[in-house]
């Protein structure tokens, strides 16, 4: 396959507007933590700043309790993420996998 044949991958997520904003993460195993967005990559590796974790129950890993550990900066891999919002509110978006009929 010749290399202009390739197809170039590219995100469905813009992130760009979330750059030093406040946003949310939820990880596998059910960690959660909020930070201000200061980089990201396109295998969704993240830096966090003033990064916020959200303690679990010792009893139940997938129930968050009322405590909180202070951070800093910190970097996610992008393997573990599992969901990203913002801290301020959710924005409905089309469906990137559905096709587009022209009218």
Known sequence: MADKDKKKKESIFDLSKYIDKHIRVKFQGGR???GVL???DP???LVLDGTTEYMRD???QY???EDTRQLGLVVCRGTSVVLICPQDGMEAI?????QQQDG
């Open 32 to 34: 959660e933590a909020s």
């Open 38 to 40: 200061k980089g990201f």
């Open 43 to 45: 295998l969704l590796n």
């Open 58 to 60: 010792p009893d139940d």
């Open 63 to 65: 129930k968050l309790t």
């Open 94 to 98: 089309p469906n990137p996998f559905i």
